[in-house]
């Protein structure tokens, strides 16, 4: 069953559960999306006391394409582990390297669903700091949860990441998936302080 098929409580309990999936990738898809659906929500609001801004327009659009996208992700991360652990089942004889040829390409493959992920929740978070920074302070703490859940998302790609190439330390898309996960993280810091900073000068 798809990731976007299930009802919010029915994908909690298949996390909770001893399936193997869905697990922590297609969680951080769904942290993805969640932060994209604040993200979109804070910029309607802005939108809604800035009509004309093509800023907030282009942000809104953004969001929702980033959170179809994420959930897409969340379904081919369990679509990813599947094939992995079918390659792992593979006979090891009369060929044990047909069956090594075949995880070390799962491996391979699956790499790519987190790689794109924490591009994806990165560009999330900047959003949310964008909007944390420049859209209707009332919603300065929902885009700053966007951009929290973001970073968690990003950071959690990055683990699936260096996971899945353990082998190929130096693949460029570990070094992409920790710059991402930085990015996000910082993102985070900034959306964050500055709500801080509002409060401050608002003197509560």
Same mark, same amino acid.
């Given at each position: 069953?798809?990731?976007?098929?299930?009802?919010?409580?029915?994908?909690?309990?298949?996390?909770?559960?001893? +399936?193997?999936?869905?697990?922590?990738?297609?969680?951080?898809?769904?942290?993805?999306?969640? !932060?994209?659906?604040? *993200? !979109?929500?804070?910029?309607?609001?802005?939108?809604?006391?800035?009509?004309?801004?093509?800023?907030?327009? #282009?942000?809104?659009?953004? =969001?929702?394409?980033?959170?179809?996208?994420?959930? *897409?992700?969340? #379904?081919?991360?369990?679509?990813?582990?599947?094939?992995?652990?079918?390659?792992?089942?593979?006979?090891?004889?009369?060929?044990?390297?047909?069956?090594? *040829?075949?995880?070390?390409?799962?491996?391979?493959?699956?790499?790519?669903?987190?790689?794109?992920?924490?591009?994806?929740?990165? +560009?999330?978070?900047?959003?949310?700091? +964008?909007?944390?920074?420049?859209?209707?302070?009332?919603?300065?703490?929902? *885009?700053?949860?966007?951009?929290?859940?973001?970073?968690? !998302?990003?950071?959690?790609? =990055?683990?699936?990441? +260096?996971?899945?190439?353990?082998?190929?330390?130096?693949?460029? $898309?570990?070094?992409?998936?920790?710059?991402?996960?930085?990015?996000?993280?910082?993102?985070?810091?900034?959306?964050? =302080? =500055?709500?801080?900073?509002?409060?401050? $000068?608002?003197?509560?």
């Amino acid at each position: 069953m798809s990731v976007s098929s299930r009802g919010v409580g029915d994908f909690l309990d298949a996390v909770a559960s001893e +399936e193997s999936t869905p697990g922590g990738g297609a969680a951080s898809g769904i942290a993805a999306a969640l !932060a994209a659906g604040l *993200a !979109a929500m804070a910029g309607r609001y802005a939108l809604r006391q800035d009509e004309d801004s093509a800023l907030f327009a #282009d942000l809104i659009t953004r =969001a929702d394409s980033l959170r179809t996208r994420a959930v *897409a992700l969340a #379904d081919a991360d369990a679509d990813a582990y599947g094939r992995y652990v079918a390659a792992t089942r593979l006979p090891r004889d009369p060929d044990p390297e047909r069956r090594r *040829a075949a995880i070390r390409a799962a491996l391979d493959a699956a790499a790519n669903v987190p790689a794109e992920l924490g591009r994806l929740a990165a +560009e999330v978070a900047e959003i949310g700091e +964008e909007l944390a920074v420049r859209g209707n302070p009332n919603l300065r703490s929902d *885009a700053s949860t966007a951009s929290l859940l973001a970073a968690a !998302a990003a950071g959690g790609a =990055a683990i699936f990441v +260096e996971v899945n190439l353990s082998t190929h330390p130096d693949d460029p $898309r570990l070094t992409a998936a920790r710059e991402h996960a930085a990015t996000a993280a910082a993102a985070a810091r900034r959306a964050v =302080a =500055a709500g801080g900073d509002s409060a401050d $000068r608002s003197g509560t």
